[in-house]
Nanobody, 129 residues
């Protein structure tokens, strides 16, 4: 059974930090890219950061320079280090995994949708001003 389980969310004041963790199980990790998404109340789910199976990383402009995505050597656990948090970062954060390819390259994580790949149940991040 495939599972992606997020943890590490919480409530912090603006300027604070949190580290989110996503533990994957139940599928062959080789060839899978992973990513973080978030959804604030009343808004659509948005892409935050991606880590391709080849190790390259990409970030949304809104978090670039503040967030860092990484994965352990066994490719089982995905992390999102979030620094200098602002109230606009308040959202439910989801991790996702996908092994699709496009023209020989990893399918861009910013294009993933909830009807493909694997998704976790989310962890809540609340940033107060």
């Amino acid at each position: 059974q495939v599972q992606l389980v997020e943890s590490g969310g919480g409530s912090v004041q603006a300027g604070g930090s949190l580290r989110l963790t996503c533990v994957a199980s139940g599928y062959s990790y080789s060839g899978y890219s992973m990513a973080w998404f978030r959804q604030a109340p009343g808004k659509e789910r948005e892409w935050v950061a991606g880590l391709d199976s080849d190790g390259s990383t990409t970030y949304a402009d809104s978090v670039k320079g503040r967030f860092t995505i990484s994965r352990d050597n066994h490719k089982v656990t995905l992390f999102l280090q979030m620094n200098n948090l602002v109230p606009e970062d308040t959202a439910m954060y989801y991790c996702a995994a996908d092994n699709r390819r496009r023209q020989g390259n990893c399918y861009p994580s910013e294009l993933w949708t909830a009807d493909s790949g694997y998704w976790g149940q989310g962890t809540q991040v609340t940033v107060s001003s």
